[in-house]
């Protein structure tokens, strides 16, 4: 399968606890980005990344959220302290350059 | 700041039935236009992407088209089926790097 994957498929943990979430792009795609979605609602746009370099962060992401891309190839997102309120679908999503963006299956976030 | 609406938020139809997804954006000024489909507890499939610069695109039985000075796009399905059951997205994208969501309209079309 060369489609985008994001592992693991879901997580649930308590709060206050620390979750890291990774995806694969489609290898050669050089934009990754992460959106987050609740419930009934569309995706809201986290951050993204051309190659290694992290170039747009929305309000979205406070400072208990961070995300890397080392290698300009997988990334990962990781949330610290975790809340109720950061219960949702993660979804990453990868394009080349500017072009159409293709998702991944979502990890479903559950904190208790 | 962009911001997206799609209207109906839900729709049901009996099969065979063509019918039309509309979303609705207050920037104009967009690079593209994608639609998706999702499944409930999926992710997102790309349906179309239409350029700033296009009318409309056609994949099989999906027709999308773009109306930028009125801030619209519309989704058509023909000869809809059982199958076509999910949640549809429209997403604008402003910069060529992130999509603005609607809130999506699901879609049960009835056999």
């Known amino acids: 399968d060369t489609g985008v994957s994001q592992n693991p498929r879901h997580k649930i943990t308590k709060r206050g606890q620390n979750v890291t979430f990774r995806c694969d792009p489609i290898?050669?795609?050089?934009?990754l980005y992460w959106y987050r979605q609740t419930l009934g609602q569309g995706p809201e746009f986290l951050t993204y990344?051309?190659?290694?370099?992290?170039?747009?962060k929305s309000r979205l992401l406070s400072d208990r959220f961070s995300a890397e891309r080392p290698k300009g190839s997988f990334s990962t997102l990781e949330i610290q302290r975790t809340e109720q309120g950061d219960s949702a679908m993660y979804l990453c999503?990868?394009?080349?350059?500017?072009?159409?963006?293709?998702f991944g299956p979502g990890t479903r976030l559950t904190v208790l | 700041k962009q911001e997206v609406t799609q209207i109906p938020a839900a729709l049901s139809v009996p099969e065979g039935e063509n019918l039309v997804l509309n979303c609705s954006f207050t920037?104009?000024?967009?690079?593209?236009l994608q639609w998706f489909r999702q499944d409930p507890g999926k992710g997102l499939t790309s349906l179309l992407l239409?350029?700033?610069?296009?009318r409309e695109q056609t994949s099989g039985r999906l027709n999308a088209s773009l109306d930028k000075s009125s801030g619209r796009s519309t989704l058509y399905i023909a000869a809809s089926q059982p199958g076509d059951s999910a949640t549809y997205l429209c997403a604008a994208d402003n910069a060529g790097n992130m999509l603005t969501f609607g809130g999506g309209t699901r879609l049960m079309v009835k056999p």
């Open positions: 239409i350029q700033s610069s296009q």
């Open positions: 990344f051309q190659n290694e370099a992290q170039l747009e």
């Open positions: 920037d104009s000024a967009i690079y593209n």
């Open positions: 999503a990868s394009s080349l350059g500017d072009r159409e963006q293709f």
């Open positions: 290898s050669e795609h050089n934009r």
